[in-house]
């Protein structure tokens, strides 16, 4: 059974940081393209970033670059998403996903809450 838990969410202020987590289990790690997406009230799911299989490749959406930082291990089955001077429309619950470069899996975590206010 797969799984894609999500931690590291919380309330930090304008200018703060998190780093999100997400642990896979039940799959071939490394087979994966591991994404970051975050959706707010009201609006529709996004991609925030996205690693390679094996990290040599990331991408990152518009307000996300420059602020945000994606990065894998896969020895731990582990994604992370570090993000710097978080701002108020950085709010949103922050999904992790998986898309089988070979299989075309796709799966997802159950999201972890992101609140950036003063």
């Known amino acids: 059974q797969v799984q894609l838990v999500e931690s590291g969410g919380g309330l930090v202020q304008p200018g703060g940081s998190l780093r999100l987590s997400c642990a896979a289990s039940?799959?071939?790690?490394?087979?994966?393209?591991m994404r970051w997406y975050r959706q707010s009230p009201g609006k529709e799911r996004e991609l925030v970033a996205g690693i390679t299989d094996f990290g040599g490749s990331t991408n990152y959406a518009g307000s996300a670059k420059g602020r945000f930082t994606i990065s894998r291990d896969n020895h731990k089955n582990m994604v992370y998403l570090q993000m710097n001077s978080l701002k108020p429309d950085d709010t949103a619950v922050y999904y992790c996903?998986?898309?089988?470069?070979?299989?075309?899996?796709?799966?997802w975590g159950q999201g972890t809450q992101v609140t950036v206010s003063s």
């Open positions: 996903n998986a898309f089988g470069r070979i299989s075309r899996n796709d799966f």
């Open positions: 039940g799959l071939t790690f490394s087979t994966y393209v």
